[in-house]
């Protein structure tokens, strides 16, 4: 036999082997490695007075969220409740109805909207006057003398929405939301995202600060830390500022942690948070979405 054809043959051989192997292993890349390549990383050094910087967390990693005794939906307890409390514009009430939209999608629950229950729910003893001036309502009875009671059989989280400002305890001046992981209730208060007063001029950022806090929280009664991961929505945040620089997009690692207990299409899910954020003129977020399904082709 030709030596020369012999060593032709086993080259060309090998070439196409080695070519089928990669790209079986291409084939295995899974959704979260795929995206992953878009993930944002955090800054190395935190700026003074962020949630990082005052905050020293343990990094959650996906073997620590498995371990973790958390809230799941499970068949006939699936569903996410949003409970708004107070008395709502027009504009308010568009604002509830597409967080029920989104929450759907994000999620890939069932989400409903309960009837309203009227600010008279308060007794005088959870209200005071802020330094600003406002009426403010102690977030903690939010959770334990109205949200837990009324958390409907169904539910596998109850989140209540409320146009008041929120305080935790006396000594804070404020507080965006606040939830019981353990019970899977929260309330998000939608006053300081707007301002005090939502307008047709500052619905978008509302809006967007609203399906990011809501997202969050729930991310959290779901047993999701923290993110110290990358840019994520599952971020801590100190203030609105830092709010608005997360991103509403959860990072590969924590919607790896979310898919491992709500067993969603992620393709699927991605295409409808794409529609969603084209709909809405949520422009950032779009493009990312966009970009993810661009290293899914």
């Known amino acids: 036999m030709n030596p020369g054809k012999f060593n032709f043959t086993f080259l060309f051989f090998y070439a196409v082997l080695s070519a089928l192997l990669f790209s079986c292993q291409k084939q295995r890349k899974t959704y979260f490695e795929s995206i992953a390549l878009n993930d944002i990383n955090l800054s190395a050094s935190p700026k003074p007075g962020s949630w990082r ?7 959650q990693t996906f073997e620590d969220f498995k371990k973790l005794k958390k809230i799941k939906p499970t068949p006939g307890k699936n569903t996410i409740y ?32 309960l009837p309203v229950l009227p600010n008279t729910i308060f007794p005088e003893k959870v209200k005071r006057i802020s330094k600003e001036g406002q009426e403010q309502i102690l977030a903690s009875y939010v ?26 305890i006396p000594e804070w001046n404020y507080v965006f939301g606040l939830a019981s992981y353990d019970n899977g209730v929260g309330v998000t208060s939608m006053y300081r995202f707007a301002g005090g007063q939502l307008t047709d001029s500052n619905f978008d950022k509302s809006f967007l600060r609203l399906i990011k806090i809501s997202s969050h929280e729930i991310g959290h009664m779901f047993g999701i830390s923290h993110c110290l991961n990358a840019n994520c929505v599952m971020n801590g945040t100190n203030s609105l500022t830092e709010t608005d620089y997360h991103l509403a997009r959860a990072c590969s690692l924590c919607q790896r942690k979310l898919n491992s207990m709500i067993h969603y299409n992620n393709k699927k899910r991605l295409l409808e ?25």
């Not at 509830?96 to 929450?103: D, M, N, P, S």
């Not at 948070?273 to 082709?297: H, P």
């Open 273 to 297: 948070l794409k529609n969603f954020f084209e709909k809405q003129y949520l422009n950032t977020e779009f493009s990312l979405a966009e970009q993810d399904l661009s290293l899914l082709q």
């Open 82 to 113: 949003l409970q708004p409390i107070g008395t709502f514009d027009e504009l308010q009430k568009k604002e509830i109805a597409l967080t029920k939209e989104y929450l759907k999608i994000y999620f890939q629950l069932e989400t409903k909207v």
């Open 143 to 168: 959770l334990d003398s109205i949200l837990i009671k009324r958390k409907p059989k169904d539910a596998v989280v109850l989140m209540g929405i409320t146009e008041k400002d929120l305080f935790p």
């Open 53 to 59: 910087y005052n905050h020293n967390e343990h990094f």
